[in-house]
């Protein structure tokens, strides 16, 4: 079998602002820099729905997700400040392990870096995690980062 020799030239990692994801953001600068790639820094908000009278309609307000977007936009400024890697920031509204997966498609990811799990732990539990939906059904390299111990 010869050699893998991968090329990585855009390496996503979703955020939902928490430790964990944070830890996972260095990892991803660390090989964006190994690797000369561009990072692509992504948020999905859940999107919540209700039935109405009218039938599914999204709850979200355009200026909720003008604060949404801001919110990821310092979040970005304040974590690359003084980096001269090629950074974007996304903006996503849905189910985030079928927003990440899509994103990753779209984008022509060639790595994901993410934290082991998120804000949400009930839910993890229940449902499952994010991380592990994304591991287990998309179609390039996931890096899961664990949360950060102690002695670093």
Known sequence: MPPISPTVARIL???DYSETADHALAWAILHAKTFGAEVVVLHVHSS????GALGLADERSDSALAEDRAKLDAY???RFAGSSAKIRALLEVGDPPLKIREVARREQIDLIVMGTHGTSRL?????GSVTEKVV????CPVLVVPPRTEAE
Do not use: A, N
């Open 76 to 78: 970005v400024t304040e």
């Open 13 to 15: 990692i979703p955020t």
């Open 123 to 127: 839910e993890d539990l229940l449902f």
């Open 136 to 139: 287990h059904h998309t179609g």
């Open 48 to 51: 919540h729905l209700h039935y």
